[in-house]
């Protein structure tokens, strides 16, 4: 009669402890970003010209909501205005009066930076992950896209430990140029009305529609 309840005690343990078992890094963040409706943050933004070594620096305020609405507006050195709508995308230069407007299936690509900064990448799927360690007390992922894009060769992504967010990412494209981006004050859970996420040019504005190129020059927060 003990063996009868001993083994499968034992058997109860066994699986308890594997259904517990920690979650990669990759994981973690894909379960995190699963769970959020919504967010605002601040980024700085750092793009390096390999051949030229020039570098341009930039900040302002990202705004995301599922499934994938983003308003990336960078306020310096320049306005400069990213929407990925529910339609479409924009790309606005407010300094130049110009608007670009392109296919919504630009964003569509887990490999577009887009899709990594705000976590909507399926990093299990479509990427090598590779674990760096910690740096300065974040987790620090190297990514490899299995289809490496002209856009996207490899990247790294620096993650908090026990939340899951993405703090800071760094991509580099076929020329070995980088784009890194580092995300602070973020808040989830914001409130953000779908106006937020449209665009309409004023009449002033020089407006370029690219939504029928076949091969479309990539605006994706670069």
């Not at 760096?132 to 990247?155: A, C, F, R, V, W």
Request: hydrophobic share 35%; aromatic share 10%.
């Amino acid at each position: 009669m003990r063996r009868l309840i001993y083994i499968p005690a034992l058997l109860y343990c066994f699986f308890a402890a594997g259904s517990t078992l920690a979650a990669t890094p990759a994981e973690k963040v894909q379960e995190t970003y699963a769970a959020i409706d919504s967010l605002r943050s601040e980024f700085s933004q750092v793009l390096l010209h390999k051949e030229s070594g020039a570098e341009e620096h930039r900040s302002g305020v990202l705004e995301f909501k599922r499934p994938l609405l983003v308003c990336w507006a960078t306020q310096k050195p320049s306005p400069e205005l990213l929407v990925v709508g529910k339609k479409e995308i924009w790309n606005v230069f407010d300094d130049e009066r110009s608007a670009y407007k392109y296919p919504l299936s630009m964003a569509d690509d887990s490999r577009s930076i887009v899709r990594v900064v705000t976590g909507q990448a399926s990093l299990t799927q479509n990427y090598d992950v590779e674990s760096k360690g910690k740096e300065n007390g974040l987790l620090k992922l190297d990514i490899y896209p299995h289809e490496p894009t002209q856009s996207m060769t490899e990247g790294t992504l620096w993650i908090d430990e026990v939340s899951g967010l993405i703090k800071r990412v760094r991509i580099v494209d076929f020329y070995g140029n980088t784009n890194d981006i580092t995300l602070s004050n973020i808040e989830l859970g914001v409130h953000l009305p779908d106006k937020t996420f449209t665009y309409t040019p004023p009449q002033n504005y020089t407006v370029e529609d690219r939504t029928k190129d076949e091969s479309p020059a990539k605006p994706l927060m670069r």
